[in-house]
């Protein structure tokens, strides 16, 4: 399917009753130790991004923030030509947990036409992410589940992964 801002509503209502399913699938998957848990993550990973276009939708530019290392933060002033310290005035906050993120979302580094300003030295957070390709998935499997939330990419993996029946 075509993820886009027309579409996308219905992505988030499907989600919104799907996510206590996928929070039993996700406990299910803690609970039983799935061997070759990443391998069929990066299964599944491969199949979904063979039919999405991130271009598309950008749901998670426009609704949540990576976080932003210091090395980020340097690359990305360099790039911009401004101090490190302007970047953050300008576009970043602490949040709870002390981490970098942004002041606001959209991102302001999103054009309306879903590309990043910033992309060739985008945060490495933004690099990795939807994270459904990285090695120790039942390390990141809280985090995989919020991204249920977020990016349809990633919640097609998790229909994909309950429908092969991965934690029976």
């Known amino acids: 399917m075509t993820y886009s801002q027309e579409n996308i509503y219905k992505f988030n209502e499907v989600n919104r009753l799907k996510y206590p399913e996928?929070?039993?699938?996700f406990e299910r998957l803690k609970n039983k130790k799935?061997?070759?848990?990443?391998q069929a993550f990066h299964t599944q990973h491969d199949k979904v991004f063979e039919k999405i276009d991130c271009l598309n939708?950008?749901?998670?530019?426009?609704?949540?923030?990576?976080?932003?290392?210091?090395?980020?933060?340097d690359r990305i002033a360099k790039h911009l030509r401004i101090r490190p310290a302007e970047l953050i005035r300008q576009h970043l906050h602490l949040d709870s947990d002390g981490d970098y993120v942004l002041n606001s979302s959209p991102c302001?580094?999103?054009?309306?036409?879903n590309y990043c300003a910033i992309y060739e030295v985008r945060p490495k957070a933004c690099r990795e992410y939807p994270h459904t390709d990285r090695k120790n998935m039942a390390g990141i499997l809280p985090?995989?589940?919020e991204n249920t939330r977020v990016c349809p990419a990633v919640f097609e993996v998790v229909e994909q992964?309950?429908?092969?029946g991965l934690d029976k």
């Open 57 to 73: 939708c950008a749901n998670c530019c426009k609704t949540t923030s990576p976080i932003f290392t210091d090395i980020d933060i």
């Open 143 to 145: 985090l995989t589940l």
């Open 108 to 113: 302001t580094f999103l054009g309306a036409d």
């Open 22 to 25: 996928n929070k039993k699938f």
């Open 34 to 38: 799935v061997k070759n848990l990443d």
């Open 161 to 164: 992964l309950k429908s092969i």
